[in-house]
């Protein structure tokens, strides 16, 4: 199992676009789209990170991380992102709502090896 942690971000502030969804049944395409729509806007101008989870009955939460509004504008407009998000409709999603929010402060806790 891979090392599990929330994405590594620098001082605030920055932006995040928070992408809550239920899934439809069955997979349909939907991890290899998902994986590949992850490579392509973490070589986004102004990406910074993405934290992710999905439960068993199908509900989803997917926090990307963008330095401004404008680097979130572009990637929305992005070619193969619009197609992507068109597609979901169709056939991933049976709801979804996003949230874009400016985080001006921020804070974590890592415990130490070994306690």
């Known amino acids: 199992m891979a090392d599990l942690a929330p994405a590594s971000l620098p001082a605030p502030p920055y932006y995040a676009v928070v992408f809550t969804s239920v899934r439809t049944a069955g997979d349909n395409g939907y991890r290899d789209r998902a994986e590949q729509m992850l490579k392509l806007a973490a070589d986004q101008p102004g990406f910074l990170g993405v934290d992710s989870a999905r439960g068993a009955d199908g509900l989803g939460i997917t926090v990307s991380y ?50």
């Not at 330095?67 to 929305?76: K, Y």
């Not at 597609?87 to 949230?99: C, D, I, L, N, T």
């Open 66 to 115: 963008w330095r401004d509004e404008e680097s979130i504008a572009a990637w929305r407009a992005h070619a193969e992102h619009t197609l992507t998000r068109a597609h979901g409709r169709e056939h991933w999603y049976a709801s979804f709502a996003v949230h874009v929010a400016k985080v001006e402060r921020a804070y974590g806790f890592t415990r130490p090896a070994g306690r």
